[in-house]
Every structure is written in C-alpha cells, then in structure tokens.
C-alpha cells in the first residue's frame, strides 16, 4: 500500500505542482489550501505523514500542528516555509513539528525528508493517548543509559534523572544515537547519515537549530551541560 500524503497548501500553483510530483514519487495524496480542512482530513483519515505550509490564512500550519499534538496525535510533519530566521524554525519545533523545508526547495529534498521520517515512523505510542508520567520498571536490555539520561526505545521514551522529557520524533533519535555513542564526537555528517538519511551539505543548519532546540529540553539549573559543540566536528553527548 502506498504511503498517505495530506498536504496543505495556500498557494495553488506550489500545490498543484507538489501534488503531482509526489503522486508520481507513488505517493496517495490529499491536497487542501487551507488549515481547517487540513484538521478536518487529519481528523476523518489519519494520514501517514503531514506536509504543512506554515504561512496559511485561518489557521496556519503552525495551528494545525499544534492542534493534533494535543490531541496526541504523533504523526510526522514536516513543515514549507519562507521563513528562513532561526527563531521560525524554533517555532515550528515547538509546535510539534518533526522536520521543515525551506522554499523555494527542490522536490527531491521533499522527498529526502518524507522518506527519512516515515523510516523512523513507530507504530508504537503514534497517536496514543498520553501515557503515566511514572518510569516503568526496569527490565534488562530495555533501557539505553549515559550522562544521566535514560532512554526507552520502545515506548519512545526519555528522562534526565526523575523527569521526563517532552521530545519531538527527531528529537527523540538524535538523542538516542547521541546517548548510545556518549563520549564519541560524531561528525555531521554522520548525524545527517543516521537521522535523515540525507547529507543536506555544509550551509545546512538543520543539524543546528534541532541541537539547539535538545538543548533546551536537556538543561537545567546548576547541572552540567550534555551536549558538546566541537567546532568544525560535529557534537559528544557527556557529563562534565
């Protein structure tokens, strides 16, 4: 079965445009200009993953976005956007959103980062209801550790020390592979390689603001700093 595809977006020449490019790449799409029907779609047929412009009349991308994480809904989204400011990126991360492209793009980087998220698609927690904020008991092998932070692969879940991380589908890989290589500087490439499955080149600052944005989450007051920048490397997960 192919994959499903809503995509919501205002300008109808780009729409029409994408539409067709991702029916030929054998994707199902649904196409709408707007972010009600957008909702009112996600809502009737949950699709396999959202494409969401986040400059949108009504309810924008960034709404809709934030409207189905509150739901619990986990589908991946990857957000279009013209915004190119850091702190527009941050935005649509904190609204729940998994990836984002940067317009005028090229269709073959859309089709890149679809395929990448709906690799890391588990069908374990998506669109579930929130689970106890309690830690399971441990079971042997289940648990990654390093630097404090425990991970549960399975049940997609995190903590730093007693508290439980709210991560994002990214957030929640570049975390993990960050923790199960603690202590080993890995290169951006790597990272690019591991998370997205595409090498976006130097000028990328994808890499960037999704570090950036874990960071935020992982800090806390008078506790050290876990993750490192080496300069012109790349970035160690430890403690010190």
Not at 7 to 21: C, G, K, S
Not at 55 to 66: A, S
Not at 178 to 193: E, F, K, P
């Amino acid at each position: 079965m192919p994959h499903t595809v809503l995509l919501a977006e205002d300008d109808r020449a780009i729409r029409n445009a994408l539409e067709r490019a991702l029916t030929l790449e054998g994707y199902q799409v649904v196409a709408v200009a707007d972010g009600v029907e957008a909702l009112a779609q996600a809502h009737r047929n949950r699709p396999d993953v959202l494409v969401l412009d986040v400059m949108m009349p009504g309810i924008d991308g960034l709404q809709v976005c934030r409207v189905l994480r509150a739901e619990g809904d986990r589908t991946p989204v990857l957000m279009l956007t013209a915004l190119v400011e850091t702190a527009d990126r941050i935005a649509g991360l904190d609204a729940g959103a998994d990836d984002y492209v940067v317009k005028p793009f090229d269709v073959e980087e859309v089709f890149a980062r679809l395929r990448a998220l709906l690799r890391r698609t588990s069908p374990v927690g998506a669109g579930s209801a929130a689970v106890p904020a309690e830690a399971p008991r441990p079971e042997p092998g289940r648990f990654v550790e390093a630097a404090g932070i425990r991970m549960d692969p399975q049940a997609r879940r995190a903590w730093r020390g007693p508290r439980e991380l709210e991560l994002t589908r990214t957030e929640f890989e570049l975390l993990e592979l960050l923790v199960r290589n603690a202590g080993i500087v890995l290169d951006h490439s790597t990272i690019y390689d591991r998370i997205w499955g595409y090498d976006f080149g130097p000028g990328s600052k994808n890499l960037a603001v999704y570090v950036g944005y874990l960071r935020r989450k992982l800090d806390e007051p008078d506790a050290p700093q876990l993750i490192h920048t080496v300069r012109g490397v790349g970035y160690v997960l430890r403690e010190d």
